[in-house]
């Protein structure tokens, strides 16, 4: 093993070797979700700690969270999921869920770094995007599965489905104890505070956006004043 | 040069999806729009108005003048409350004339029979305000009489038999009075009323004019969020002006040929239309609510409605009647709509407007059935509309009719023939599945299905389907189960071999 590890030391210099290691380091990382997942404590304090895991990973699970969302209304049996197909709009769908997810990101690195939280920005984003592995690995099959039961057999499909959302929340409580090296209550409590923050930047947002609009509408009909004033 | 090119053509590329987005959005205003904006209709699985053909047309608008009433020197009809139909005669309470009148309908002919306005036998021999007329298979008359404080019965020629009058009884507030307003009997002659300010039910007669109750009363829904409220936060002043815990009135009744009682009642929250409201029930002997209600929503009439409009909040469903194969009609008095709904509670189709054309209404109050014929009573304009099914809306009964008797092949044909007439129409496809499914064939059943959006159906065929299929393919299964079970371990097991030549070879080597 050590053998191999100096191999790509080695290699390094090369830039074909450089592409090569990085393309290793990612697999890893992706695979290293797989532990995640089923020792949260020891894996989640790795993952940001001993920097087992990787941007690009991260950035490949929130991806295919979103693929697999819409594959989900898209392509999931009728007798469980009604999802008015024609009215769906994939990018509105997808955006619906990404928002939120980097909202409550920013709000609870917003949140933690005021009170001793250990996690950067980086860390809390990685850390989120891979409490998301087991909803893929699970809601993925679930979505072949739905079209080989029938309506009876609906609580098998329900039972799955509520298993991916459990565990991927009990993920991403324990992801946060680890990165900001919380306790639980003060974990719990800093959900709670998150979601408050995360209300506050929305207003923000809004009262930024209103407030543009305005300013923009009062330059608008200056100019039609002078353009009127002229002629 | 280039650079500056490439953004503002990317950014060009960005405005034009945003616009395209914009579009999308525009369409998409289409689905929060169920009001409809045809005369008939129907609403699909997604809760969208669908355009219908027109499930009945107007055979026949009867008034005082049609009837011939100008000639025999009499009023015309003045804001009649109730009509009442017994095999061809039908029965008009003439309410503002204090009067019933009779007539006989036949082949799209109306031929007045007769004015009744007073009875022989009893004090007072006048109506004063009779709200609501039935009359029995012997030609019976029951009269609502409202301001009489009594619903009377009087026989063929209008000689008084009996009465029902305020009940002796400590469950009846003595201090009101008995305002009878919508009445039914049943085979028994038991008579069931609907009186004005009393909220426990249907006040229940025997046939000896002894009270013997109440039924249908409304469970008392107790909220403990707003017992707090009210107990803790509210002035003695403020908890006088706020409505207390009281069950709501009916709005009308109508006694199905099975005795059943099927109700109606206008009054609830707004929010409640689809939840515990139930604006059309089904009681049974004891009162209870026994409608079936296998649609996606409840049978309340309009499922959505324009916030902007003037007629806002849910159908106010005015009256109601049942035909043959528990069938059921209702009208909307607020928009002068008809919606009918199947034994399954599905709608079925929904048309009127309101307006003063033949066919539209302008406060339709009650609707009674002859056949298939529909009567609805016009308040304001002082008119019965008689409709007669189209082909279509033929089609639609004989379907069902066809099917309930089990006669699936005929029932498929007709479906059919339903679907070449309105291809949105969810309750063909169900019907040709259902038939399908009988026959054997899963897959064109689960297609038909599909479309209809039955679920439960749908698994039932892809039961059926996915066992034969299982049972066609089991040794492709087998196969593939070995491919992926035996062939890892065999796999995983010559790399074991390998590694353990390797360390061996290394072993050897280090010695």
Redesign the interface.
Known sequence: MSKAKSVNETSVQTKGGKAKAWLDRYKDSLRYALHVITHPFDGFWDLVHEKRGTMAAAHTFLFLFLIIRVLKLMLTN??FI?A?V??I?V??EMGSLLLPFLVLCIANWAMTTLFEGKGRFKDIYMGMCYALVPYIIIQLPMILISN?L???EGSLYSVMISISVIWSAFLAFVGLMEIHDYGPGKTFIFMIVTIVGAAVILFLVLVFFSLLSDAVAFFVSFYREIVFRLN | MMMKKTVSLLLAVLLLCIAA?AC??ES?SM?DDGFSTSYSYIYD??EDVQMAPDPYRVELVIDGTTLGMDNLGGKGITKAQSLFICGNDVYVADTGNNRIIQFRYEDGQAAFTRVISEIQGTEPSTFNYPADVFADGNGNIYVADQNNHRVVMVDKELNFVKEFTKPVDATFNQSSAFLPNKIAVDVAGRVYVLATNVNKGFMKYENDTTFTGYIGANAVKFNMADYIWKKYFMSREQRAVTESFVPTEYENLYMDDKGFIYATTTVFKEADVFGDANPIRRLNGIGNDILIKNDVEPPVGDLNWKRESLQYGPSKMADITALDNDIYVTVDRMRGRLFGYDGQGIMLWAFGTKGSMDGTFSRAIALDHMGYDLFVLDEMKNNITVFTPTEYGQMIYDATDTYLKGDYDQSDKLWRDVMKLNANYSLAFRGIGRSLLRQEKYKEAMDYF?RA?A??E???A??QY?KLWVEKNIWWIIALLVLIIIVPLILGRIKRTKWEVIMHEQSKIRK
Request: charged letters at 35%; aromatic letters at 24%; one cysteine or more.
């Open positions: 009728f007798q009604s008015p024609q009215y709009n990018l509105e080989m029938t309506f009876e | 987005c999308a959005d998409n689905k699985y997604w599909e959006h679920r439960e749908y698994g039932r892809f039961k996915r």
